[in-house]
Structure formats: C-alpha cells, structure tokens
C-alpha cells in the first residue's frame, strides 16, 4: 500500500478532533443508517467488519469482529467500543478460515487499496456458503475530485463494473441501494475545507485556552449541522436516479 497515505491516515487516528468530526459527519452517520437497515432480515451468526478504521458501522457485540490495517486504529476503536473482538489485518489477507462469518460488512474502503481484487476474494472466501457481504463505494468515475484525493481514494466505481468484480470472487448482487446523491458530493467540497482549517487550528500558537474553546464551539455547531442536514441528504438521494447516485449499497450473497 502507499506508504504516504498510510503515514497521513496514522497522523488521523491518533487525531481526537478528527475522530469526533468524522464520527459526526452527515454521510457517515447516513452509510450507518443504511448498513443497518440492509442488516435486518440477513441471516444471524458470526459477522466481521473489514476496514472498521475508528468509525464502525456495526455496534459491537459478543459476534461482531472489527478487523483493520492500523494499529492506532484499532486501539482507538477499542476505547469507544466495550464489546466485540479487534484484529489488525490486511484486507487482502484476512485471518480467518474459510466460510467463518455468515455477514461481512465493507463500507467505503475498497477505493482505499491500490489493488481491490484480493480483498473482495478473501471477504468471499470467508463467507460462509449463502452469507451476505453488505458493501458501500464512491459510485461514478465521472465524480472522481479533490475531496476523493483528499480522503486517499485510489478510484470511484461503476455499478456494472462492481457487480462484475463480486461475480468474479462467487457473488452475486442481490440488492442494490442509493445512499448518497449529488448533494452529498457538492456539500465535501466545502467539508474538506472545514476540516483543514481546523487541523490548522490544532497547530495554531497563540491563546491555548481560546483555541481550545473555539474548537469546541465550533465542533458543537458541526455536530448539530450535520444532524439536520441529513434530511436534505437523504431526501436528495430519494429523489435522483440511481445513475446520479455518489454510493451506493450493495448486498451480495455468496452461491
């Protein structure tokens, strides 16, 4: 993997405010909503996370396993999370037998490794014979923008083409869902911004105690923000093609 985007995304981990900001951002809190309502009727057994980064999809519990590349990853993870297991692996080389989990859950980060064959072959082979991998990606080539790059993404994908790759590894594409749509994509433009100025705000000298109240002021205001704007988000989604979509969801089950 590209050592200069895995260096950044350590300095993200070990980052407290980034870790707040995400966790509150409108399009995380909206993939979650989704997984977890593509997750109810699936059938119940062990279930592993790929990619879980600090910022899971699932809620953990005594069968959900959260498997991720960073070290300092994980351990943040672990002090928000009280319950489930933690294992640092590769996506590419899971370790795990064959057919353990009856549902794998990846979301948003296939677009993260330079080559994603191997990880979606090792997320089937895990599988066991007719679970489901329940799967969210940046939807549309054409989208592809300095948001994309500034969150490391190697690509955007098209839905053929996603659904060729799962066919490729003993999937098949069962249900397919909007997440996001074309606001979603004009509004990280400006959410990109946002948070680089405040990365410089860490760094800033001056008034500690000032700089410390800003932040916080304005991370209540962003918390409250993004709460509503998911309507707005979500609504969007709803209303535009599927073909307009920025990620979609798809559950794929394994022959």
């Not at 994980?74 to 692996?89: H, N």
């Not at 490729?168 to 100025?197: H, Q």
């Not at 709803?238 to 559950?251: D, E, G, I, K, Q």
Request: proline content about 4%.
């Amino acid at each position: 993997m590209n050592t200069g985007r895995d260096n950044r995304f350590e300095d993200f981990f070990a980052d407290d405010l980034y870790v707040n900001l995400k966790n509150l951002l409108y399009n995380y809190l909206l993939r979650k909503r989704a997984i977890k309502k593509c997750m109810q009727g699936v059938q119940e057994g062990l279930v592993l996370e790929v990619g879980s980064g600090m910022s899971p999809m699932v809620i953990g519990s005594d069968r959900v396993v959260y498997s991720e590349l960073s070290f300092r990853a994980v351990q943040t993870l672990k002090r928000f999370q009280e319950r489930g297991a933690f294992v640092v692996a590769d996506a590419a080389h899971l370790p795990f037998s064959e057919s353990s989990f009856s549902l794998v859950i990846c979301s948003e980060v296939l677009e993260h490794l330079p080559e994603d064959r191997p990880a979606l072959k090792d997320m089937a082979e895990v599988l066991k014979t007719g679970g489901s991998l329940i799967l969210t990606f940046p939807h549309r080539h054409g989208y592809f923008a300095q948001d994309d790059r500034f969150v490391g993404h190697f690509r955007r994908y098209e839905l053929p083409e996603m659904e060729e790759c799962l066919k490729e590894v003993g999937l098949k594409a069962v249900d397919i869902w909007k997440v996001l749509g074309p606001l979603e994509k004009a509004t990280m433009v400006a959410v990109v911004w946002a948070v680089s100025r405040l990365q410089c705000l860490k760094g800033a000298r001056g008034d500690h105690k000032k700089a410390i109240a800003t932040r916080r002021i304005v991370t209540s205001f962003f918390k409250w923000f993004n709460r509503l704007y998911c309507v707005p988000v979500w609504l969007d989604a709803r209303l535009f093609p599927r073909s307009l979509a920025t990620v979609l969801l798809v559950r794929a089950v394994k022959g």
